[in-house]
């Protein structure tokens, strides 16, 4: 379910998202499985909170239109309500959930809390947990890293799992 909503939430910020910006230093990049990928065409982030709630979403897409290449990352503060700020959030974070998807040519790969806790129940290791690093947060952008390892649609038993290194993002919030 929390999946399906990840995917859902993307998709509707992406099209919400579609003024570009035309800063060239706002980026989403990263390494998979040693092989770089870059967004510049589209990358945005976006923040909004409702009844005491926030939820925050870095997208870096080819275009405005693109729903089958795009790196997305979601973290909300449910249910402890915190502000977010700089520092590091895991897959293991229990104050708040941290989401990622990453798309390439139509297949869907997924990491964060609920993967986590799915390898946990079926005695998976993952050998590089998801997290992100925000370095730099203010009320127009946000910059930080991220890493770890993506399931295909988000199964831990499949054996297609990729691991994204190397992972930027600088984006400014619309």
Not at 1 to 8: I, V
Not at 150 to 157: A, E, I, K, L, T
């Amino acid at each position: 379910m929390k999946k399906n909503l990840l995917a859902s939430v993307f998709l509707i910020i992406t099209l919400a998202g579609c003024k570009k910006d035309t800063d060239e230093n706002f980026h989403v990049s990263f390494s998979v499985n040693g092989a770089n990928k870059s967004y510049k065409g589209h990358v945005f982030a976006h923040k909004e909170t409702v009844s005491g709630f926030s939820q925050l979403v870095v997208n870096g897409s080819t275009s405005a239109t693109s729903y089958n290449d795009y790196m997305g990352i979601y973290l909300d503060n449910y249910p402890a309500g915190n502000n977010f700020s700089t520092g590091e959030y895991t897959d293991a974070g229990t104050t708040y959930s941290l989401l990622s998807t990453y798309a390439n040519g139509g297949s869907e790969y997924e990491a964060g809390q609920s993967i986590a806790e799915d390898a946990v129940s079926y005695g998976v290791t993952i050998t590089n947990h998801f997290k992100i690093n925000i370095t730099q947060l203010d009320a127009e952008t946000i910059r930080g890293t991220f890493s770890g390892d993506f399931y295909p649609g988000g199964n831990v038993r499949s054996t297609g799992k990729i691991t994204i290194t190397n992972g930027e993002f600088y984006a400014k919030f619309q």
